[in-house]
C-alpha cells in the first residue's frame, strides 16, 4: 500500500491514542508495537522509531522488522600534533 495508513483515534484516560490498522487487519499503537518489537529482538526501540515506521508503511514485516543499530558517535581527541598545528596556524595568522 501506498501512502499513510488509515487510522482511528480513540480516548483513553483522557489522552488520544492512535490505532494504526495494518495489511493483516490487525490492530496497533504505537506503545504496543513497542513493545512486541522490544519483546522480539531484545533491543530497546523508542516510540519514536515505531511511530515512524507506522506511518511510513502498513506492512507488518516491515514494521516488526530488527532494528538497526547504529554506532554511537564518538568524540574526537586532540594530539599533540594537532595542538602543535593549531598554535602554528594561529601565530602565522597573526604576522
Same mark, same amino acid.
Given at each position: 500500500?501506498?501512502?499513510?495508513?488509515?487510522?482511528?483515534?480513540?480516548?483513553?484516560?483522557?489522552?488520544?491514542?492512535?490505532?494504526?490498522?495494518?495489511?493483516?487487519?490487525?490492530?496497533?499503537? #504505537?506503545?504496543? &508495537?513497542?513493545?512486541?518489537?522490544? =519483546?522480539?529482538?531484545?533491543?530497546?526501540? +523508542?516510540?519514536?522509531?515505531?511511530? *515512524? /515506521?507506522?506511518?511510513?508503511?502498513?506492512?507488518?514485516? #516491515?514494521?516488526? &522488522?530488527?532494528?538497526?543499530?547504529? =554506532?554511537?558517535?564518538?568524540?574526537?581527541? +586532540?594530539?599533540?600534533?594537532?595542538? *602543535? /598545528?593549531?598554535?602554528?596556524?594561529?601565530?602565522?595568522?597573526?604576522?
Amino acid at each position: 500500500m501506498v501512502g499513510r495508513p488509515k487510522k482511528e483515534v480513540r480516548k483513553a484516560r483522557g489522552n488520544a491514542f492512535r490505532i494504526y490498522t495494518l495489511d493483516d487487519n490487525t490492530e496497533w499503537t #504505537v506503545e504496543s &508495537a513497542t513493545k512486541a518489537i522490544n =519483546k522480539r529482538w531484545h533491543v530497546n526501540s +523508542t516510540p519514536h522509531m515505531v511511530r *515512524a /515506521r507506522l506511518n511510513k508503511s502498513s506492512d507488518p514485516k #516491515v514494521i516488526f &522488522a530488527k532494528p538497526v543499530q547504529t =554506532k554511537p558517535r564518538t568524540i574526537l581527541t +586532540t594530539k599533540e600534533e594537532d595542538i *602543535a /598545528r593549531q598554535m602554528m596556524n594561529l601565530a602565522l595568522k597573526n604576522i
